[in-house]
């Protein structure tokens, strides 16, 4: 049972709650996030309905919930969620609209960023991706240009008129990587790294977090509930292809995935079919499935000269996939049910 609180109970509103709980034997477990506190309980859960948890001051609701992953679970929150993201304008991603993301994969220079995002918000983009903290397998590989490549993002989303989407890498980075971004990536190779789930948690800033490339849905929704846990549910879920067998492409994209998670989460779940292959030709087509399976988005990899591009040219969009990809983006979400994204932008 999960016990939410008010954005304004205070300290003894919450200590009322703990003590109540333990006075029947149950235990609890007290998450505080910048928006909200929540409250885990464990024990007797026949117990717990009879102490009237939802008349005590500064309690906005209690849930029972038997999923695992507590908080993002559709058991307790049946209608899917939309997140909403950037400073000014707000883009939403959400199960009635169909949102792209694009950029480069890494920001290389300030005019290879802007002219990246040029063509993103040209093919029908309105959030722009980019890559200032690089994860890369190989330590000889380019690790992004840090800090100046977020102070390049920030400067080239403002010109553009894109909100700025990135990953985090490290826990130490969080605080200035949401001075800069207004949607923090959690990538594959970190989706178990617990500290920095936390971390984003509390940053006030929305999270995309991607699937780890040999992780089960479970696990997925598990860490996810790790960020939900320090209070922040705007969480969007990224499947972006899992490990296989096969050596054709990079991964092996679970198309399966979006409407398997959409039934067992209310998160909104977007596709990124360019790390899924590896390769440019396929990019499109994935796409395609994304959206006719009912992905939220996808994100998509975009570079002005993709032969000499510093991290996954291959899979960057350029020319006649891009403009295939545009028109994909343009008619296939209405068959579906979705509004354009770009349609639907609020001033915060």
Request: hydrophobic fraction near 45%.
């Amino acid at each position: 049972m999960v016990v939410v609180m008010a954005p304004d109970a205070t300290d003894e509103d919450i200590a009322a709650v703990v003590a109540r709980v333990e006075s029947v034997g149950g235990e609890a477990f007290v998450s505080k996030g910048l928006v909200r506190t929540i409250i885990g309980l464990v024990g007797d859960i026949d117990s717990f309905h009879h102490l009237n948890l939802r008349t005590f001051k500064g309690v906005a609701d209690v849930h029972r919930i038997s999923d695992p992953y507590k908080l993002v679970s559709r058991q307790h929150h049946p209608d899917r969620s939309t997140v909403w993201v950037g400073r000014g304008s707000q883009v939403p991603i959400g199960p009635d609209t169909f949102t792209l993301i694009a950029g480069p994969c890494a920001v290389e220079s300030r005019d290879q960023a802007l002219e990246a995002a040029q063509m993103a918000r040209s093919a029908g983009a309105t959030l722009l991706r980019g890559g200032a903290f690089k994860p890369r397998t190989s330590p000889y590989a380019f690790q992004g240009l840090g800090v100046a490549g977020l102070e390049i993002l920030a400067d080239v989303g403002a010109a553009t008129g894109l909100p700025v989407v990135t990953e985090v890498v490290d826990t130490r980075d969080v605080p200035v990587v949401a001075e800069y971004a207004d949607l923090l990536q959690v990538g594959t190779r970190n989706m178990a790294n617990i500290g920095l789930l936390q971390a984003v948690g509390t940053s006030g800033k929305p999270v995309l977090l991607k699937r780890g490339m040999t992780a089960t849905i479970e696990e997925w929704l598990m860490a996810a509930e790790y960020v939900a846990q320090r209070g922040n549910l705007d969480i969007v879920l990224c499947e972006r292809g899992i490990r296989t067998f096969e050596p054709a492409y990079r991964n092996t994209l679970d198309i399966s995935a979006v409407p398997a998670v959409q039934a067992a989460s209310h998160l909104p779940v977007v596709v990124d079919p360019s790390h899924a292959a590896g390769r440019k030709d396929l990019v499109v087509p994935l796409a395609r499935a994304a959206i006719a399976v009912g992905a939220d988005g996808v994100l998509v990899d975009v570079h002005p000269h993709p032969e000499v591009a510093l991290c996954d040219g291959p899979q960057a969009l350029v020319g006649t996939e891009l403009r295939d990809l545009a028109t994909a983006v343009r008619r296939l979400p209405p068959v579906v049910g979705r509004l354009d994204a770009a349609s639907v932008v609020r001033t915060h």
